[in-house]
């Protein structure tokens, strides 16, 4: 499958199956698009009809240049089939039940009352709580019994606001170092925080713990205000900002992420990303709004436009920024063309509800987060184990392949098949296709390979 795009200044041909990207001239652009669908000399009469005005594009040159298009073809490069359905249903059964991440939903309450909250501020649409330690112990001896093989695990401290569980969380890492040599295992650890409670404690524990730590800040001063907002109605910017820079500060190069959302109010994400930017912070990610239909948060068909209009600038500013030396990361473009995700990664998907899991703070187990409080999507529990081996096998033939939608989109080893949450929400099956975020995700691969096509023109220049 052939996708082709312009794109500041770039004519990109990217060729799906086989990954291979071709940066080409105008003319060479018009063959391709021409060559599968029209003989040889019909595209050499279409073009040399388009071209007239120019004496460089002949007859002879054109030739020359199908004959280009069809070594590629033959090499591989352009064109190439799709072979990988058939491997898509085995991928998965080979990995057979091993779980490599939790995320531990240390508290089910939060201090902020966020008007977009998917969790319902963190209750999940019950009631509010937070995890034992000995929940939380049994949480990691699952994760460990259930590794396989596995020697690097994944660990998230998540809510509502884990913060407001900060002893346990101290106390599980505590019991997961303890034990990790012991089975040969080796523990990752992310912390994702609205910030709000973030003291030196935290900052010591996290910068020294934490492989990852997420902070939670919108952008713009009156953008994070307008959602982000305590239980008294006042906004959190002013109290939290001030924290993130100094727990990012005494980091170093360790990683962190600033983690935004963007709503019908702030389409123009971009003025947000780059305030972010000027805070000092430089690992950023905004992520689009994930709502009921008619929420005043939804973004419409219009702000939808000015998104992907957004994505372009975003793109083409972190290019200027890395040319004056001072780059930012967007999470969304972190895209590798040459040592990037295997197909199995490609063709299985994320591993939610197979190879990835949600701890409620009761113990009961469901394939994401973005599930929890779901009944019918409940797995089990970290005692018994998957007791609803049924579901979790509805989610490992979850693919980029069990969507007939997905079938013609060119983008869809690079999504695998996209969020299984965000299609049950918006359809009412994981097996759904939520078309607003496919249609944000393509710009943003097409941003990614883009700026990966300029980068690698830039090193050539130096």
Known sequence: MVHQYKLNGYNIVLDSCSGSIHVVDEVAYDVIALYESKTQEEI????LEKYSGREDVT?????LCIQDVEALKNAGKLFTPDTFADMAGTFKERSGDVVKALCLHVAHTCNLNCGYCFASQGKYHGDRAVMSFEVGKQALDFL?????????LEVDFFGGEPLMNWDVVKELVAYARSIEKEHKKNFRFTLTTNGMLIDDDVIDFANREMSNVVLSLDGR????DRCRVDYAGNGSYDRIVPKFQKLVEARGNKDYYMRGTFTHANPDFTKDVFHMADLGFTELSMEPVVCAPGDPAELTAEDLEVVKEHYEILAKDMLRRQ??????TFYHYMLDLTGGPCIYKRISGCGSGTEYMAVTPWGDLYPCHQFVGEEEYKLGNVWDGVTNKALREDFRSCN??????CADCWAKLYCSGGCAANAYHAT?????VYEPGCELFRKRIECAIMMRIAEQEMAENN
């Open 221 to 224: 001063k009156e953008i994070h």
């Open 400 to 405: 980029a392949y069990a969507r007939p939608e």
């Open 323 to 328: 040319k004056e030396g001072k780059p930012i």
């Open 59 to 63: 007859a002879e040159e054109l030739r």
């Open 428 to 432: 009412g099956s994981i097996r759904g």
């Open 44 to 47: 050499v009469t279409e073009l």
């Open 144 to 152: 460990i019994a259930n590794s396989g093989h596995r020697t690097n």
